[in-house]
C-alpha cells in the first residue's frame, strides 16, 4: 500500500480527468476527509480508509482509461445495504449531501440549453 500522501496525490491526479463540477466536487470531498483523519489513530479505522480510498483510486483511473469523454459517462456504484447500515449517522448525512449535489449536476446537464 502506498503512503497516505501518495495515495492524496495520486486521486488528486485522477480527479484531472474528471468533468469540472465532479473534480471540485471530488477534491473537497477528499481533502475534506484525509484532514479528518489526520488525528485517527485506530489502525483498524485507518487501514480501512485507505483500502476504500485504494479501491476508489482503481475504479476512477479504470474509468478514465475507458472513457473518452467522462462528461455524458460517469460511472457509479450503489453501496450495498451492510454498507449503508454501517455508516456512522454523519457518515450517511454526508452521502445523502454527495447524492444532492450529484443529483443537481446531473439535472443541469440534463436540460435543454437555449
Do not use: C
Not at 503512503?3 to 471540485?24: C, D, G, W
Not at 485517527?40 to 480508509?49: E, G, P, R
Not at 453501496?79 to 450529484?102: F, G, M, T
Request: zero cysteines; hydrophobic letters at 35%.
Amino acid at each position: 500500500m502506498q503512503s497516505p500522501k501518495a495515495l492524496y496525490r495520486a486521486i488528486l491526479r485522477a480527479h484531472r480527468h474528471l468533468p469540472t463540477e465532479f473534480r471540485t466536487l471530488g477534491d473537497s470531498y477528499l481533502k475534506h476527509e484525509f484532514r479528518a483523519h489526520t488525528k485517527v489513530s485506530d489502525s483498524f479505522q485507518l487501514n480501512k480508509f485507505f483500502t476504500e480510498w485504494n479501491k476508489y483510486l482503481t475504479a476512477v483511473s479504470q474509468q478514465n482509461l475507458h472513457s473518452s469523454s467522462l462528461s455524458s459517462e460517469i460511472a457509479a456504484k450503489d453501496l450495498e445495504i451492510h454498507q449503508l447500515e454501517a455508516l456512522p449517522d454523519d457518515k450517511a448525512e454526508q452521502i445523502l449531501y454527495l447524492k444532492s449535489s450529484i443529483d443537481s449536476i446531473y439535472s443541469k446537464e440534463s436540460k435543454p440549453h437555449i
